[in-house]
Every structure is written in structure tokens, then in C-alpha cells.
């Protein structure tokens, strides 16, 4: 072929490739054009680093070692492999044509060989992975189309090197062969008679056609999120994962406010790009406790379920304006996926590609729950007491502080001088009698070391999380405002809560609404008091594993701090699964009060606590010692369950305020 019958084959296959490459990406562009605003804006530097190591580095790919490698090989061996299609676009033309400088350097030609080889293991690594060990996490993913990938991307590699060895064979190269030792030691497959200049023709323009294809293909299929997951990683949360996206109730025109998500036309743009950037690879299936009891809920499903609707109803709602689309729920989702979920979090956590689960079902829930009043019985139950009774144990207010009776606990009046620290008690630690222990606990030990602090007593309401994570937006941001302007008008300026929940909003979503406060659970400030001094238990011998609240350390990283009280008066033993990679005791998102369907999610947890051989299993959430408490009863083990303020006022008085259990 002449250069320029070259030229003109390669620009046709280039209209034809890019033009079905271009017209999807525009459909993909104009889908995510249609979504509702959401703030993601601001905070650059914290989106730099998460593309640095989120994306580039391949961080969250690497909590899995192997899988984690053959991800990074195929990734990285792209990015290095990327500048050789320019240089086939254009040796495809004439043979001696070549990027400037890059195509003539030697040690590029290294990197290629040594690439493209890690490309093919990482590529076989992937097989192995799919076909021989067969990971659970992979069921419901497009398994079929994953292997063409896989073979596509095997093919460009292979025809790359063939271009590579028979040029080496022809002695086209300008460099020495050494510089390509995997490309050389293929030459000597080839000659270099006619035969092997068709060959060389023939795998530059195979390349060509397999990249060029893979072009056109990519945004039709799974392998999508090759565009879109930096763009989703850096629009990423970049505040606490814990926070809610406030719904805004105030906009003047009714038929603009949001409810959540009713259909694919009220998804978010951000909701949008999440659909189109997961990749199945299901690692937040494999993390989360819903599924882990044999739930409906897969995260993994959810997300692929609202894409499949997104790309079936989103080009008909951009081409007719009168089109209707379909309810999100029950077509892409069903009823009880939606409040299978716990809001734990761990989905988002281990998601490579930053996908905000918990904020998707939040609002599937604020639809169900504001405009359909569609939401299980029992948390009907709930969402009545708290608007009634402003607890969602539904109690009278006037019992609020009835746990401090005798322990000489100041209750802020109206207009009195605000205290160093407020004590945020919470519902769970004013009214449930197994958290109230923790309460006491807490009072104690601030008496004990002569912290200046006061509760608010009858004055204290429900946070709202509960009837947020059930998709009450509403009552929440009642709650919300109506607990800012109590602590504003008193002059709080610093608060300790021993409820994570309670924790989570008063520090990450309070600002919202106006409530701009130092917030430190009693896990830190009991640790602090213990490094000024000020606290002096006794060393303890009894072994005491830890379990991680979610909404503390998953959602906003307090991690040392219940450590080193435990390490103060015992001695530590972790269970399987810590930190931040913790599991649920299964109260969050409003399941203190829903009804568990099969498996119970505190049972799984509380094995996993006995299995460690502690005596004693210390939590630091109410929330968690209730239903941990009922696990381990219902597994029929020995185990204590108690919250670490209570053993840390034992470590201080033997006679102390009393343990759950
Ligand atoms: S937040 Fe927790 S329970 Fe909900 S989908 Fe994610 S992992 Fe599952
Ligand atoms: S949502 Fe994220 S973790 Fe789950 S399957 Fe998709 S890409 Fe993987």
C-alpha cells in the first residue's frame, strides 16, 4: 500500500471508530447534563491527592494484594503502553515514521517490552482469577464480557509486540535489540524476506484495528469506567464520609424541590457518572454485612440495577420531554434492597472507583419515605416518636436526664454560663437501660477528673439521624434546626457525644444548618484525660477485644483513641475484621428499629468476637452495645459486653456504675 492510500485507510477507520466513539461519549455527556445539582466544588488539592493515589497509585486496589497487581499491571501498563498507538497511527502510514524524540529513545523501547509483558501476566493473572478461583464477589457481574475484554486487551499487547519484533527482524529499528529484549528474542520467529514486511503490515494494522475498536467499544460497555472513574474520583467526597447531602426545602418553586430519587431523572449528576464508573468488580459486595447474611442487598447490584434504568429511560427522557420514566423502585431496585442497608459505609470505603452507595439508597429512601409513605411498619413506629415525642423511644422528655438521678450532674438552664464541654447524652443513653450504664459511666469519670461540663437535660431532642437514614429529611432538618438554636443560644462551643451517630451529625452535618462546634466523642476526650493525668485507672489483666462503630471509625476515623483506653486497663485482642475495615453490629440507618430479615447481622459480629477468646468485648457506641449484647445472648456466649467508659470507671472504682450484660 502507498503512503498515501495508507494515509487514507487510516482515516477512514479513524472517522468510523472515533464517530461511534464520540456519538455514545456525547449521549453519555448529555445523560449526565440531565442530573440534579450537587456541590463538588472547592477542596482541589484533596482531589489532586485522591487522583495521585486513589487512581495513578491504584490505593484502594491494593487492600487486596494479588488482584490489587493485576489491575495496577494492565492499568499502568496502559498508561506507559499509551504513547505506542500514536507511534503505530503513524508507522501505519510509512514504516520510518515515529513520534519525535520519545520514538527514537531506547529505554522507552525497555519500557514497552517489560509492559507489555506485565500487561499479558496481569491479563492472565485476571483469567485465573475468574475462571479457576471464582469468587463469589464476581456473581451478577457481566462475566461474558469481561473475558472479551480481557482477550481484547491480550491481543492489542500481542499484536504490539509482533509489530515490535518483526520491525527488529526487517532491522528497522534504530536502536540495538538489547534495548527490546522480549521483542528480539520474538524476531527470531521472523526473516526478513517479503513474508515478514506483509507480517509487519499486517500487526501494525491489526493493532491499530483491535485499539481503535476497543475505542468504539469501551463506552458501551462495563469497561466504561476506563473514561469515567477519574472523573468520579475526583468529584469524590472530600468531607466526611459520614455526612448526608442536605436535601434544600426552601427553593420557591415546589416542582424543583428534590424528594431523593423517585426515577432516573431526579439522580444526581454525580449519582450518574457513580452508575457509569462501576466496574462489577464487586468489592463492596464482598464487604457488606447485608449481603454477608444473605440479604437482598448487593451494593455491586444496586449500582449496576440504577445504570441498567439510567441507560434504558435517560436517552427517551432526553428525547421527549413528556416521557415518564419509570419508578426507580421496585423496576431497578426492590423494596427491600433499599432498607436492607445498614448506611455502615463499607461499600464506599472499598470502592475503587468512589461510588457513593449509601447516598444513593439515602435518597431511593427519601422518595419511598417523604412522597409515598412507603417505608416498613416498625419504622413508621419510629418516625412517630420521634416527631411526637422527640426520641424515637418514643419516652416523655421529662424522663431525658433521669439516668444522672443521684450522680449530681449539672443540667444547663436558659441563659446560665455555658459549660467547657457540653455532654450530648443522646436518646440511646437517656433512655434504653443498658446504654444509660455508658451515661453514667461517662458523668463519672468527667466528675472524677474535674472537667467543667452540663447536659441539656429535657432541652436535649432527637439529632434526627434516625429519621434521616430512613429517608426523613424532613424531620431531620426540624431537628436539626431546632437543636442549633438551643446550643447557639446557650454559647456551646464544645461538645463530647458518646453516641457515634450522634457524633457523626453533630460534627459533619450540623454545620450545615448552622451549628458550627468543636465535637469530640468521650473515646477522646477519656484519652486525653488520661495522657493530662487526670484520670488514673488501674492496669488490668482481662483480655478485651475492640469492635469498631461504623459511624466512628469507618465514617469519621477515630480509631487510637478507644485503643489506648482499652490498652490502659487491659490487654487487647483484635478481632478479624478492625478499624476501618470494621463490620457492622447492625443497628445503623435507622435498623435499631426495623425488623432483620434472615441472618442476623449482630449474631455474625458477635462470633466474630468470641472467636478472638476475649472475656470482654468493649464497644463505644450505645447502638452497638445493645445489639451486641443480644448477639452474643442469642449465640449463647460467655462473653461481657460493656462500653469502655463503663470499664475504664471500673479501672477507676471497683465499685463503679454497673456493666450492660
Ligand atoms: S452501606 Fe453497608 S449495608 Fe449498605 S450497601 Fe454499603 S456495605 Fe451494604
Ligand atoms: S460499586 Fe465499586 S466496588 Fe462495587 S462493584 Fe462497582 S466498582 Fe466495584
Redesign the pocket.
Known amino acids: 500500500m502507498t503512503t498515501a492510500l495508507s494515509a487514507l485507510a487510516l482515516v477512514a477507520v479513524l472517522v468510523v471508530a472515533g464517530g461511534v466513539f464520540a456519538r455514545r461519549a456525547l449521549l453519555l455527556t448529555r445523560l449526565v447534563r440531565l442530573g440534579k445539582p450537587s456541590d463538588r466544588s472547592g477542596d482541589v488539592p484533596a482531589r489532586i491527592r485522591s487522583e495521585a493515589t486513589v487512581v495513578l497509585g491504584q490505593r484502594k486496589l491494593f487492600q487486596r494484594l494479588v488482584p490489587g497487581l493485576v489491575h495496577a499491571f494492565i492499568f499502568w501498563g496502559f498508561l506507559v503502553l499509551f504513547p505506542t498507538i500514536v507511534m503505530a497511527l503513524l508507522g501505519a502510514v510509512k514504516k520510518d515514521w515515529t513520534l519525535p524524540w520519545l520514538g527514537h529513545q531506547g529505554w522507552f523501547a525497555l519500557l514497552v517490552d517489560v509492559f507489555c509483558v506485565l500487561v499479558l501476566v496481569g491479563v492472565a493473572s485476571a483469567f485465573w482469577i475468574r475462571k479457576v478461583q471464582r469468587p463469589e464477589r464476581f456473581k451478577g457481574s457481566h462475566k461474558g464480557e469481561a473475558d472479551l475484554i480481557l482477550l481484547w486487551i491480550a491481543g492489542i499487547v500481542l499484536t504490539l509486540l509482533g509489530w515490535h519484533a518483526t520491525r527488529i527482524a526487517l532491522g528497522l529499528n534504530e536502536y540495538p535489540a538489547g534495548w527490546s529484549p522480549v521483542s528480539d528474542a520474538l524476531s527470531d520467529a521472523f526473516g526478513d524476506g517479503s513474508a515478514t514486511e506483509a507480517l509487519e503490515r499486517g500487526f501494525v494494522w491489526a493493532h491499530l484495528l483491535l485499539v481503535l475498536g476497543f475505542l468504539a467499544y469501551l463506552p458501551h460497555s462495563k469497561h466504561l469506567h476506563i473514561m469515567t472513574a477519574a472523573v468520579n474520583v475526583w468529584f469524590g467526597r472530600t468531607r466526611s464520609r459520614g455526612r448526608l447531602e442536605p436535601l434544600d426545602f426552601t427553593v420557591e418553586d415546589e416542582s424543583a424541590m428534590r424528594f431523593g430519587s423517585a426515577t432516573v431523572a431526579d439522580m444526581t449528576w454525580k449519582q450518574m457518572i457513580d452508575t457509569m464508573s462501576c466496574t462489577e468488580c464487586g468489592r463492596?459486595q464482598d464487604?457488606?454485612?447485608?449481603?454477608a447474611t444473605g440479604k437482598e442487598?448487593s451494593?455491586k447490584l444496586l449500582i449496576m440495577g440504577l445504570r441498567d434504568q439510567l441507560f434504558a429511560e435517560g436517552p427517551k427522557v432526553l428525547a421527549d420531554e413528556a416521557f415518564q420514566p419509570s419508578p426507580l423502585v421496585p423496576n431497578a431496585v426492590s423494596d427491600d434492597v433499599v432498607w436492607?442497608?445498614?448506611?455502615?459505609?463499607?461499600?464506599?470505603r472499598e470502592c475503587p472507583v468512589a461510588i457513593e452507595?449509601?447516598d444513593h439508597?439515602v435518597d431511593l429512601r427519601r422518595h419511598l419515605v417523604m412522597v409515598e409513605s412507603r417505608f416498613p411498619a416498625e419504622g413508621g413506629t419510629m418516625l412517630r416518636d420521634v416527631e411526637r415525642s422527640q426520641n424515637p423511644w418514643g419516652k416523655p422528655q421529662a424522663e431525658r436526664a433521669d439516668w444522672a438521678d443521684g450522680l449530681d450532674v449539672r443540667v444547663l438552664q436558659p441563659g446560665e454560663t455555658p459549660p467547657e464541654v457540653l455532654y450530648w447524652v443522646g436518646c440511646a443513653a437517656s433512655f434504653d437501660e443498658r446504654a444509660r450504664v455508658t451515661a453514667r459511666s461517662t458523668a463519672q469519670l468527667l466528675q472524677a477528673a474535674g472537667v467543667d461540663f452540663a447536659i441539656l437535660g429535657p432541652r436535649e431532642c432527637c439529632t434526627g439521624d434516625p429519621a434521616r437514614r430512613m429517608g426523613n429529611e424532613y424531620t431531620y432538618q426540624s431537628y436539626a434546626e431546632q437543636n442549633v438554636k438551643t446550643m447557639n443560644e446557650a454559647g456551646v462551643t464544645k461538645i463530647v457525644a458518646s453516641c457515634p451517630h450522634c457524633f457523626n451529625t453533630l460534627a459533619n452535618e450540623y454545620p450545615d444548618f448552622g451549628g458550627a462546634y468543636e465535637v469530640v466523642h468521650h473515646t477522646e476526650l477519656l484519652t486525653q484525660l488520661l495522657a493530662e493525668g487526670r484520670l488514673q485507672p488501674a492496669a488490668g489483666t482481662a483480655t478485651i477485644t475492640y469492635h469498631d462503630s461504623c459511624y466512628l471509625a469507618r465514617h469519621n476515623d477515630v480509631l487510637e483513641a478507644p485503643r489506648e483506653i482499652v490498652s490502659r486497663i487491659g490487654t487487647p485482642l483484635e478481632m478479624a475484621r478492625s478499624g476501618r475495615r470494621t463490620f457492622?453490629c447492625g443497628a445503623g440507618?435507622a435498623h435499631m428499629w426495623l425488623e432483620e430479615r434472615g441472618n442476623q447481622i449482630n449474631e455474625a459480629r458477635a462470633r466474630e468476637a468470641i472467636e478472638t477468646g476475649a472475656e470482654t468485648l468493649a464497644v463505644a457506641c450505645p447502638f452497638c452495645t445493645v445489639m451486641l449484647d443480644d448477639g452474643v445472648r442469642q449465640v449463647g456466649g460467655e462473653l461481657r459486653v460493656a462500653d469502655v467508659a463503663t470499664l475504664l470507671a471500673e479501672a477507676l472504682e471497683p465499685s463503679g456504675p454497673g456493666v450492660a450484660g
Open positions: 463492596c464487604v457488606c454485612p447485608a449481603y442487598l451494593p436492607d442497608c445498614v448506611t455502615c459505609g463499607a461499600c464506599v452507595h449509601v439508597i457492622c440507618g
